[in-house]
Protein backbone atom coordinates (compact mmCIF):
# COMPACT_ATOMS: atom_id res chain seq x y z
CA UNK A 1 0.00 0.00 0.00
CA UNK A 2 1.51 3.62 -0.80
CA UNK A 3 0.88 6.37 1.09
CA UNK A 4 -1.79 8.19 -0.46
CA UNK A 5 -4.26 4.86 -0.42
CA UNK A 6 -3.02 4.45 3.66
CA UNK A 7 -4.82 7.71 4.48
CA UNK A 8 -7.62 7.36 1.92
CA UNK A 9 -8.11 4.51 3.95
CA UNK A 10 -7.81 5.92 7.25
CA UNK A 11 -10.30 8.86 5.75
CA UNK A 12 -12.48 5.83 4.56
CA UNK A 13 -12.69 3.17 7.58
CA UNK A 14 -12.08 5.75 10.49
CA UNK A 15 -14.84 7.02 11.83
CA UNK A 16 -16.50 3.36 10.90
CA UNK A 17 -14.41 1.45 13.36
CA UNK A 18 -14.02 4.07 15.73
CA UNK A 19 -17.87 3.59 15.86
CA UNK A 20 -17.27 -0.63 15.61
CA UNK A 21 -15.00 -0.78 17.79
CA UNK A 22 -16.45 2.06 20.95
CA UNK A 23 -19.38 -0.85 20.10
CA UNK A 24 -17.84 -3.97 20.61
CA UNK A 25 -15.51 -3.23 23.05
CA UNK A 26 -17.61 -2.95 26.15
CA UNK A 27 -18.64 -6.73 25.97
CA UNK A 28 -15.28 -7.67 25.09
CA UNK A 29 -14.05 -5.72 28.57
CA UNK A 30 -11.50 -4.26 26.61
CA UNK A 31 -10.81 -0.44 25.63
CA UNK A 32 -12.06 0.98 22.41
CA UNK A 33 -8.91 2.83 21.35
CA UNK A 34 -7.15 -0.85 22.43
CA UNK A 35 -9.62 -2.96 20.13
CA UNK A 36 -9.06 0.02 17.17
CA UNK A 37 -5.26 -0.57 17.37
CA UNK A 38 -5.76 -4.21 16.90
CA UNK A 39 -7.77 -3.94 13.85
CA UNK A 40 -5.54 -1.20 12.54
CA UNK A 41 -2.36 -3.82 12.90
CA UNK A 42 -4.53 -6.44 11.26
CA UNK A 43 -5.33 -4.29 8.51
CA UNK A 44 -1.83 -2.83 7.77
CA UNK A 45 -0.38 -6.68 8.33
CA UNK A 46 -3.17 -8.19 5.54
CA UNK A 47 -4.91 -5.44 3.93
CA UNK A 48 -8.79 -5.54 3.35
CA UNK A 49 -9.55 -8.74 1.22
CA UNK A 50 -11.47 -6.57 -1.42
CA UNK A 51 -10.77 -3.33 -3.14
CA UNK A 52 -14.40 -2.28 -3.14
CA UNK A 53 -15.45 -0.19 -0.20
CA UNK A 54 -18.63 -1.89 0.45
CA UNK A 55 -16.51 -5.15 0.75
CA UNK A 56 -13.68 -2.53 2.76
CA UNK A 57 -16.38 -2.12 5.69
CA UNK A 58 -17.42 -5.69 5.42
CA UNK A 59 -14.00 -6.89 6.24
CA UNK A 60 -13.46 -3.98 8.86
CA UNK A 61 -16.60 -5.06 10.66
CA UNK A 62 -15.43 -8.83 10.97
CA UNK A 63 -12.11 -8.07 11.89
CA UNK A 64 -13.56 -5.88 14.78
CA UNK A 65 -15.76 -8.73 15.67
CA UNK A 66 -13.17 -11.07 15.51
CA UNK A 67 -10.13 -9.04 17.73
CA UNK A 68 -13.57 -8.71 20.27
CA UNK A 69 -14.05 -12.13 20.41
CA UNK A 70 -9.69 -12.80 20.45
CA UNK A 71 -9.66 -10.59 23.67
CA UNK A 72 -12.85 -11.68 25.65
CA UNK A 73 -11.24 -15.48 25.38
CA UNK A 74 -7.84 -13.20 26.58
CA UNK A 75 -9.59 -12.29 29.24
CA UNK A 76 -11.00 -15.44 30.19
CA UNK A 77 -7.60 -17.45 30.15
CA UNK A 78 -6.11 -14.64 31.42
CA UNK A 79 -6.48 -14.21 35.88
CA UNK A 80 -4.65 -11.47 37.41
CA UNK A 81 -3.06 -11.87 40.52
CA UNK A 82 -4.83 -11.80 43.57
CA UNK A 83 -4.09 -8.49 45.53
CA UNK A 84 -3.47 -10.72 48.92
CA UNK A 85 -0.78 -13.02 47.22
CA UNK A 86 1.46 -10.10 46.95
CA UNK A 87 4.20 -9.89 50.21
CA UNK A 88 2.96 -6.21 50.72
CA UNK A 89 -0.92 -7.21 50.95
CA UNK A 90 0.05 -10.53 53.49
CA UNK A 91 1.66 -7.67 55.63
CA UNK A 92 -1.06 -5.53 55.88
CA UNK A 93 -2.91 -7.95 57.91
CA UNK A 94 -1.02 -8.79 60.85
CA UNK A 95 -2.67 -12.42 60.98
CA UNK A 96 -1.93 -13.31 57.38
CA UNK A 97 1.40 -12.15 58.29
CA UNK A 98 1.39 -14.33 61.48
CA UNK A 99 0.42 -17.27 59.07
CA UNK A 100 2.57 -16.72 56.03
CA UNK A 101 5.58 -16.62 58.72
CA UNK A 102 4.86 -19.49 60.34
CA UNK A 103 4.03 -21.51 56.93
CA UNK A 104 7.99 -20.33 56.16
CA UNK A 105 9.69 -21.27 59.57
CA UNK A 106 7.60 -25.36 58.65
CA UNK A 107 9.16 -25.68 55.40
CA UNK A 108 12.39 -23.96 56.41
CA UNK A 109 12.02 -26.96 59.07
CA UNK A 110 11.31 -29.45 56.70
CA UNK A 111 14.06 -28.74 54.64
CA UNK A 112 16.44 -28.18 57.37
CA UNK A 113 15.65 -31.67 57.97
CA UNK A 114 16.05 -33.72 54.75
CA UNK A 115 18.83 -35.77 54.21
CA UNK A 116 22.03 -35.87 52.15
CA UNK A 117 22.86 -32.52 50.12
CA UNK A 118 19.06 -31.64 49.98
CA UNK A 119 19.06 -29.29 52.37
CA UNK A 120 21.64 -27.03 50.91
CA UNK A 121 19.98 -27.36 47.34
CA UNK A 122 16.50 -26.66 48.87
CA UNK A 123 17.97 -23.38 50.86
CA UNK A 124 19.71 -22.54 47.33
CA UNK A 125 16.29 -22.91 45.28
CA UNK A 126 14.23 -21.35 47.87
CA UNK A 127 16.95 -18.13 48.84
CA UNK A 128 15.49 -14.81 47.72
CA UNK A 129 18.95 -14.33 45.55
CA UNK A 130 16.86 -15.85 42.91
CA UNK A 131 19.72 -17.87 41.80
CA UNK A 132 20.08 -19.25 38.47
CA UNK A 133 20.79 -23.23 37.82
CA UNK A 134 24.52 -23.02 36.64
CA UNK A 135 25.01 -20.46 40.23
CA UNK A 136 23.35 -23.04 42.12
CA UNK A 137 25.50 -25.74 40.76
CA UNK A 138 28.58 -23.48 41.44
CA UNK A 139 27.71 -23.15 45.19
CA UNK A 140 27.04 -26.64 45.47
CA UNK A 141 29.99 -28.10 43.76
CA UNK A 142 27.82 -30.63 41.13
CA UNK A 143 26.85 -30.47 37.45
CA UNK A 144 24.07 -28.32 36.64
CA UNK A 145 22.62 -31.56 34.61
CA UNK A 146 22.16 -33.29 38.11
CA UNK A 147 20.33 -30.29 39.66
CA UNK A 148 16.83 -31.18 38.43
CA UNK A 149 16.86 -35.11 39.08
CA UNK A 150 18.14 -34.61 42.67
CA UNK A 151 15.90 -31.91 42.99
CA UNK A 152 12.92 -33.93 41.97
CA UNK A 153 14.52 -36.77 44.89
CA UNK A 154 14.65 -33.67 47.50
CA UNK A 155 10.99 -32.66 46.82
CA UNK A 156 9.70 -36.31 46.34
CA UNK A 157 11.18 -36.23 50.11
CA UNK A 158 10.02 -33.13 51.30
CA UNK A 159 6.41 -34.01 50.38
CA UNK A 160 6.55 -37.53 51.86
CA UNK A 161 7.53 -35.78 54.90
CA UNK A 162 5.07 -33.18 55.19
CA UNK A 163 2.23 -35.07 54.29
CA UNK A 164 3.21 -36.99 57.76
CA UNK A 165 3.01 -33.95 59.54
CA UNK A 166 -0.04 -31.90 58.28
CA UNK A 167 -3.44 -33.47 58.06
CA UNK A 168 -4.78 -33.29 54.29
CA UNK A 169 -7.43 -31.08 53.59
CA UNK A 170 -10.91 -31.94 54.41
CA UNK A 171 -13.39 -32.31 51.51
CA UNK A 172 -14.92 -29.23 50.25
CA UNK A 173 -18.37 -28.63 51.06
CA UNK A 174 -19.17 -32.08 51.98
CA UNK A 175 -19.56 -34.10 55.29
CA UNK A 176 -17.04 -36.43 56.43
Known amino acids: MDLLKESDLLRELGPLLSAEAAAEAPAAGVDAADLEQAVWVRLLERGPCTPDPT ?49 NRALRSAVARLPGRCPQLMGALLSPR ?36 VEAPGLRGRER
Open 55 to 103: GRARWLRRAVRAEARRARRRTRREVPYAAASTPAAAAAEPEDALLHGEA
Open 130 to 165: DLTYREIAGELGISQGSLGPVRSRCLGCLRRMLAAE
